[in-house]
């Protein structure tokens, strides 16, 4: 399905925190939180009514509220493997093989594969950290359309958003939407 409307926010998790970008201002709007280590180590969730908490006071001082947004997971909370199309079919386990050695738990774990040209792209990440962002930032109204790696904009570990680089995440949702952590492909 692609998104009825754009999304007017996007939203970098990276392993240290968020930063939110709007279009507005020169460079991009931008606003940040840092997650706390009680809250938040090596990429587990220890204290999930705490990170929603800590997203929700977040989203309403930002005004998100009626906001569309999309949520871009950062190289540094993804894992990813990447096999040549000739290799996949020659290795038919593949995936599950990447599947089980992403290092959380079955049901705290995400994977997702994409298909690019003549290649097979797995992705993994912690479930629990984008939706629990997803589900505070819906308990004050903001209207999460996806959660997606960063790298299908080209940006990876580091990669900064400005309003160059915050355009193509603004107004091509085709991609999000192809690879939607929120959604099992």
Do not use: C, W
């Not at 705490?50 to 190289?75: P, S, Y």
């Not at 079919?89 to 994977?111: C, L, M, S, T, Y």
């Amino acid at each position: 399905m692609i998104f009825q409307n754009n999304p007017t926010v996007a939203l970098h998790v990276t392993r240290e925190g968020l930063t939110g970008y709007t279009k507005s201002g020169k460079n991009g709007h931008s606003q940040k939180l840092s997650f706390p280590p009680e809250v938040v180590r090596n990429l587990e969730v220890v204290d999930q009514p705490q990170l929603a908490k800590l997203v929700a006071t977040f989203a309403a001082e930002n005004k998100l509220h009626g906001q569309r947004v999309v949520i871009l997971l950062d190289d540094s909370v993804i894992f990813q493997k990447i096999v040549p199309a000739a290799e996949e079919i020659k290795q038919p386990g593949v995936v599950a093989d990447f599947e089980h050695k992403v290092p959380f738990d079955p049901e705290k774990r995400r994977v997702i594969t994409l298909h690019p040209k003549d290649q097979l792209v797995i992705l993994g990440t912690n479930r629990v950290l984008y939706e629990t962002i997803a589900t505070a930032l819906q308990t004050v109204g903001a209207k999460v359309l996806a959660a997606a790696p960063m790298a299908i904009y080209g940006k990876g570990k580091g990669g900064q958003l400005n309003r160059e680089t915050l355009a193509p995440v603004l107004n091509d949702t085709r991609r999000a939407e192809a690879a939607n952590f929120l959604h099992v492909n």
